[in-house]
T-cell receptor
Framework: DAKTTQPPSMDCAEGRAANLPCNHS???????VYWYRQIHSQGPQYIIH???NNETNEMASLIITEDRKSSTLILPHATLRDTAVYYC????????????FGTGTSLTVIP | DGGITQSPKYLFRKEGQNVTLSCEQN?????MYWYRQDPGQGLRLIYY???????QKGDIAEGYSVSREKKESFPLTVTSAQKNPTAFYLC??????????????????FGPGTRLTVL
């Protein structure tokens, strides 16, 4: 699976948009970009995934650059409950195998 | 209400004892996984099962055992051979999303975790 690079920590003011970057310069053509988050002492929560088009759901938006070497997860109006560690993962589809979670970005939403 | 459940939430074990962690899912997913997470670190795969009565070792299987007798259940036994079992254990499953006729991606959905402490 392609390696990803994320900043270790970020702060965001409550009510503002949180933009979390992820670099994946060695991504292959069939690899998807997934985002999960983990609130302290809970299981990881799936947020969104995409291949090359931008994606949006009720939780977040995923913006993938045209060359697919980086992406940004956007939480449009951050709340205190969005404080968590956010993981960016790239992997090919339907491998039936593990997700490689690194250390992610620790996002703190500040009141 | 569909999802993955793990029990217990907290578990204490004396050294030398085996202990079994429960994982149940009612998502009708074929694949199930066990991960271990240590403080400040990412997840590491212990075992996974893509179908009933079949399972494969992950990166850190030593000292652990699993069974997959039913589609909805994938229990993990932490044996006395596991040298450092104190950790946060996470179970996940993957498969077709509701309404999908074809498996397009295998997004994994996680349970709430079991925190095991060896005394």
């Amino acid at each position: 699976d392609a390696k990803t690079t994320q900043p270790p920590s970020m702060d965001c003011a409550e009510g503002r948009a949180a933009n979390l970057p992820c670099n994946h310069s060695t991504i292959s053509g069939n690899e998807y970009v997934y985002w999960y988050r983990q609130i302290h002492s809970q299981g990881p929560q799936y947020i969104i995934h995409g291949l090359k088009n931008n994606e949006t759901n009720e939780m977040a938006s995923l913006i993938i650059t045209e060359d697919r070497k980086s992406s940004t997860l956007i939480l449009p109006h951050a709340t205190l409950r969005d404080t968590a560690v956010y993981y960016c993962i790239v992997r090919p589809p339907n491998t039936g195998n593990q997700f490689y979670f690194g250390t992610g970005t620790s996002l703190t939403v500040i009141p | 209400d569909g999802g993955i459940t793990q029990s217990p939430k907290y578990l204490f074990r004396k050294e030398g004892q085996n202990v079994t962690l429960s994982c149940e899912q009612n998502l009708n997913h074929d694949a199930m996984y066990w991960y271990r997470q240590d403080p400040g670190q990412g997840l590491r795969l212990i075992y996974y099962s893509q179908i009933v009565n079949d399972f494969q070792k992950g990166d850190i299987a030593e000292g652990y055992s699993v069974s997959r007798e039913k589609k909805e259940s994938f229990p993990l036994t932490v044996t006395s051979a596991q040298k450092n079992p104190t950790a946060f254990y996470l179970c996940a499953s993957s498969g077709r999303l509701a309404g999908e006729r074809v498996l397009t991606t295998d997004t994994q959905y996680f349970g709430p975790g079991t925190r095991l402490t060896v005394l």
